[in-house]
């Protein structure tokens, strides 16, 4: 025993937590393939037909109708007689519906059109708790469920985007995998295209992410040291340059920033078209968002003194886990409001349970069925959700010039 604890008292901490970090993966692991097994995908589940007929703007008789005349994909059919639709038939159905509804189908089928700019959105915020990871999921997931084409970026080493999407990223990833891939510095640069994988959410594809991002951070001092200018551009520009080569293929991208203000940060800044900063509503975050700003804003004006592109169709700050009845927190939520007025969106997402208990499993609330958490409780939090993700979609139709 005094042997052993003295090997303790000697052992260096990084072996430590070293050994710590490979306990907690492999258990990590296990709990992933109970979940999910190793020959199992992660699927999105069937949608009702009403679901289906409001994310299409008909109605359900309508929808019945199409069915009947065997127009669209067919749905499955339980025993009681309920239809039921995968994304990827509503999806196809927005086709048909566009065809034959041309004065709606900017509505039914609301993709960029020619001379409509890909909207780059950078979710942001150093403070841990400001829900960022959250905010982006389920804004990639909702404008996917509206008929966009998405992509969904994760920049934070930490890669909780990427999880919540089905990967395992310490696991499922191989080297140059994540956007790392795609900006890297030597020869061994891929094609953006090379790291973008579809997942079981149609209309929504994931760049992931993992600790190799890190490589952007310890790498681009020594680029920047060499003095020259690097092919592929300055690391402002490289994520940018990296969006540009797949732009086509998408009408909007979600990015997930790391929750620091380094390099790739700045780069999502530069790349955005729009910036979204999640707040908590509590002093100590308020505090911690300031400090945040007044950062940001000086490392923003070295960038843009140095060429980088700091312009966006919109800065909004999104209010998350708001508690509406907590006193404290309505007077913070005031203030900000009289501070930056319609800045400040004007939908809140409230703290909700059901998010929580979903996150636990690796799941949205849009993955599971009303039930699994509690109808009342779920409405809560998905009307929450989807007025502030409403709100975000309006902005975006703004910046293309059409109405919300």
Not at 297 to 326: C, N, Q
Not at 343 to 353: F, G, H, M, Y
Request: with cysteine.
């Amino acid at each position: 025993m005094a042997a052993a604890s003295l090997r303790r008292d000697i052992e260096t901490s990084d072996a430590r937590i070293s050994a710590h970090a490979r306990l907690l993966s492999e258990q990590l692991q296990k709990l992933g393939e109970r979940l999910f097994p190793p020959d199992s995908q992660k699927a999105l589940r069937s949608f009702s037909s009403g679901e289906a007929a409001k994310l299409l703007h008909v109605s359900d008789g309508y929808l019945r109708q199409l069915s009947l005349d065997g127009v669209g994909p067919a749905p499955a059919t339980t025993a009681s007689g309920r239809r039921l639709y995968t994304l990827a038939q509503i999806n196809e159905l927005r086709h048909h519906i566009a065809n034959a509804k041309p004065r709606e189908a900017h509505k039914i089928l609301p993709r960029r059109r020619e001379g409509e700019k890909l909207q780059i959105i950078a979710c942001a915020n150093f403070k841990g708790g400001s829900a960022k990871t959250t905010t982006a999921l389920y804004l990639a997931q909702y404008l996917a469920l509206s008929g966009f084409r998405v992509l969904a970026v994760d920049l934070d080493p930490q890669a909780s985007l990427s999880a919540m999407l089905g990967l395992q990223p310490e696991f499922d990833l191989g080297e140059g995998d994540t956007i790392y891939g795609a900006i890297r510095y030597d020869g061994r640069r891929r094609p953006a295209r090379d790291v973008v994988r579809k997942t079981y959410f149609d209309g929504l594809d994931l760049v992931p992410g993992n600790l190799e991002l890190m490589e952007f951070e310890h790498e681009t001092p020594q680029a920047l040291a060499r003095g020259l200018r690097p092919e592929g551009g300055m690391f402002f520009e490289r994520l940018g340059r990296a969006l540009d080569e797949i732009g086509a293929d998408y009408d909007i991208v979600v990015i997930d920033c790391p929750p620091q203000l380094g390099y790739l940060t700045l780069g999502a800044l530069c790349a955005a078209t729009a910036l979204l900063v999640t707040i908590h509503p509590q002093m100590v975050d308020v505090a911690s968002m300031s400090q945040f700003l007044l950062m940001a804003s000086d490392l923003m004006a070295v960038v843009r003194k140095a060429g980088g592109d700091l312009t966006h169709d919109f800065i909004r700050y999104v209010i998350t886990r708001h508690e509406p009845h907590d006193g404290p927190q309505s007077q913070i939520v005031a203030l900000l409001r009289g501070l930056f007025g319609e800045e400040v969106l004007a939908a809140t997402v409230w703290k909700s349970t059901a998010i929580a208990d979903a996150g636990l499993s690796k799941q949205s609330l849009y993955e599971l069925e009303r039930s699994a958490v509690g109808r009342a409780t779920y409405d809560r939090a998905i009307e929450s959700l989807e007025a502030v993700n409403s709100e975000i979609r309006g902005l975006i139709l703004a910046a293309w010039g059409r109405p919300a």
